[in-house]
């Protein structure tokens, strides 16, 4: 099992995710950043993030990876596995960065494969439904940059911060 994936994800103050399946703010700034790294690479989310994109597509050039129990569920345009096992048979294929973007149930259960996280903190305090584990309080993960707040031209603070597996923890 490769256990080099990179979870990204933003958060609020609370490490929260998301609410009614959307994401707590859209910070254009963050989502050009997240479009700009993914690009060309994988991206694994839950079948439930996959339905919050733009018509329930995947996102364009790169290779969406949904996961879902349904064996009946179709999405043109991605490649649908239905178990942690499929998953990782299906990453292998692929000579390619493999970003873990979510939501929730799929950060919990891929977090011991990650060994980078790039996590956007927004500096408020939403409603949520959906959590990231906090990193923080993980004795496995250490943070290793937190660049500056900026302004966001949606009208939040928010600032990019990365955490890396301590090595003896993997
Ligand atoms: N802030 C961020 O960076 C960020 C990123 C992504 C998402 N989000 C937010 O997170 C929320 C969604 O998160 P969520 O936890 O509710 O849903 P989710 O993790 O996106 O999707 C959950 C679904 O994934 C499938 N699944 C999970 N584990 C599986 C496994 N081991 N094998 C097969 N299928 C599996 C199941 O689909 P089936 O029910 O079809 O079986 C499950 O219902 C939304 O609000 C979204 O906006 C936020």
């Not at 989502?31 to 989310?45: A, C, E, H, Q, Y």
């Not at 649908?80 to 799929?106: A, M, N, P, Q, R």
């Amino acid at each position: 099992m490769r256990n080099n994936l990179i979870l990204i994800a933003s958060a609020d103050r609370n490490w929260g995710l998301g609410k009614d399946n959307k994401l707590l703010k859209r910070i254009p700034e963050d989502l050009k950043r997240f479009s700009d790294l993914t690009r060309g690479n994988v991206i694994i989310v839950g079948r439930k993030t996959l339905e919050s994109f733009k018509d329930k597509k995947p996102l364009p050039d790169r290779i969406n990876i949904v996961l879902t129990r349904d064996k009946g569920y179709r999405c043109e345009d991605a490649i649908i596995v239905h178990s942690i096992d499929e998953l990782f048979h299906e990453i292998e294929k692929f000579d390619k960065k493999v970003f873990v973007c979510g939501g929730e149930t799929i950060y919990k259960q891929l977090l011991s494969y990650c060994e980078l996280a790039l996590i956007t903190q927004i500096d408020e305090e939403y409603e949520a439904d959906t959590y990231l584990v906090n990193l923080e309080e993980n004795r496995q993960w250490k943070k290793t940059v937190a660049e500056e707040w900026q302004e966001s031209s949606a009208g939040v603070r928010f600032r990019y911060v990365e955490y890396i597996k301590a090595e003896h923890n993997k």
